[in-house]
């Protein structure tokens, strides 16, 4: 592991110095700030859903608004409008899907929210894996109109694959809109029927109970979004409004004390207010910086300065855990970024190894995994190709304990240690014991996920 002469706060005067942790503190009793992501099926209504949620927030301007329904009504698809909201490019617009992940911010009265929309389409999932990633709580949007329900829950669905995803990812807290419910003509029966199918698989696949909301709306027509509804058919239904259960959200433990993890999603020549240096745009995974303050950016351990930075769009001095970011870094050559790249705490860069034990579960797969089985591997925005090179042992789901030593295979439902080999670089990968946000894998093949799973081990560092 290398070891790095730094001097990370030593360019700032003692009187600028900023105490992160006192900062935030202050800030977070003010209002904490979550992720939140919104998954299910293509075609469930999240875009819809979330669109009609922002509009009524007040968070969309009348006149867009107007603009939208006018566009919608030309094309024939006036239900389109809402979906709008959330969908900023033409092309998504023609072709009628979230394609990318759009990012909203808003705020209830409790809590302040950065909206990541997952796109639904099957061949979005690894998108929606780089959204999910950051995200503290989920919305999974379900359609109760007849079949619909049963056609994205089945096999080939993608209520299922999301849920689970959601939850390797580290997701924990989950809000079931169960959407369209105006279709079933606000049916208690059909409520309480996709409410315990639901229910129970959650559970199975590692949701708390106790973190589940299930709550009966209609993106369309606006019941149940922001105000409790008073529709004489949802009698039956005693619970909050979605923005009520959002804003009840627990707010996300940050990994504050942690060394500087920031995940660089974007980069180009030219500081912020064309001063010189290098924008670099990123969340932050853990730690913290300030203004003046040396990092390290890996793979590569190029040295840099902070000049300037942003947080949600606004100037600031310092940045912490759960933040996203743009700066300006000085003394660095741009060369030395490249996409997936970490910005560190300069005296504790992350690991970047090619070789790793990783506990994983396997998901719905039809050919068992064997030794070489290539996947490719998913961390954060990164995919590279690798493959399964050593199947350790299988463990019981619930204690933990080795049932098998070095099986033959592994078969969809398992709980197995593997070891897993980068085929073509090394990357930058932390123990899930080390860092909950950057020891997290999902491993896919031909477009479907296989596994997903924790870093227990770092086997090899560097190439
Ligand atoms: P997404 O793929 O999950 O983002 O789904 P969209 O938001 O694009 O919605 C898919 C279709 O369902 C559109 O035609 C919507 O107008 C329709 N839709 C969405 N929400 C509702 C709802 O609550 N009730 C009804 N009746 N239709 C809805």
Request: contains cysteine; neutral net charge; charged residues 20%.
């Amino acid at each position: 592991q290398p070891v790095t002469k730094s001097e990370p706060l030593a360019k700032i005067p003692s009187s600028k110095r900023v105490n992160i942790s006192e900062e935030y503190q202050k800030r977070s009793s003010a209002k904490p700030k979550l992720n939140l992501v919104v998954i299910g099926h293509v075609d469930a209504g999240k875009s819809t859903l979330m669109g009609h949620f922002l509009y009524d927030l007040g968070q969309v301007n009348e006149r867009t608004m107007r603009k939208f329904e006018r566009d919608s009504q030309k094309i024939g698809k006036g239900s389109f409008a809402y979906a709008w909201v959330l969908d900023e490019t033409g092309e998504e617009r023609d072709r009628g899907i979230t394609m990318d992940i759009a990012t909203n911010h808003f705020e209830t009265e409790h809590k302040s929210f950065t909206l990541l929309d997952a796109p639904g389409h099957r061949d979005f999932i690894p998108n929606m894996i780089s959204g999910t990633a950051q995200a503290d709580a989920a919305i999974l949007v379900v359609d109760a109109s007849t079949n619909a329900f049963e056609a994205g829950f089945d096999a080939g669905g993608q209520t299922k694959e999301h849920a689970v995803l959601a939850r390797s990812l580290g997701v924990q807290q989950l809000i079931i809109a169960i959407n369209k419910l105006d279709m079933a003509l606000w049916s208690q029966s059909r409520f309480d029927e996709i409410q315990t199918k639901l229910k129970s698989y959650l559970v199975h696949v590692g949701f708390k109970k106790s973190n589940l909301v299930f709550v009966p709306v209609s993106g369309l027509t606006g019941e149940n979004l922001i105000k409790r509804s008073t529709l004489p058919e949802l009698e039956w239904y005693k619970g909050g409004s979605l923005m009520q259960h959002i804003d009840g959200f627990a707010p996300p433990v940050r990994l504050l004390e942690k060394p500087l993890r920031m995940r660089v999603t974007d980069f180009f020549k030219g500081g912020i207010g064309s001063s010189g240096g290098v924008s670099v745009a990123g969340n932050i995974e853990s730690g913290s910086m300030q203004v003046g303050e040396q990092v390290m950016i890996v793979p590569g351990n190029e040295l840099g300065y902070v000049k300037t930075m942003q947080v949600n769009e606004e100037p600031a001095n310092w940045a912490a855990a759960g933040d996203s970011v743009l700066m300006t870094l000085v003394n660095l050559d741009i060369m030395n970024l490249s996409n997936g790249c970490l910005v560190c705490t300069a005296s504790k860069p992350v690991p970047v190894t090619s070789t790793f034990e990783a506990q994983i579960v396997v998901f719905d797969i039809r050919i068992p995994i064997t030794p070489g089985y290539p996947v490719v591997l998913h961390h954060g925005s990164l995919d590279e190709p690798a493959f399964i090179a050593k199947l350790i042992e299988v463990l019981d789901k619930s204690t933990g304990e080795v049932i098998k030593r070095n099986p033959r295979c592994l078969s969809k439902g398992m709980t197995a240690k593997v070891q897993i080999k980068l085929s073509q670089r090394p990357i930058p990968l932390e123990t899930f014991k080390d860092n909950k946000q950057l020891g997290r894998v999902m491993l896919r093949k031909d477009g479907e996920t296989v596994a997903a799973g924790v870093v227990n081990e770092i086997l090899t560092y560097g190439s």
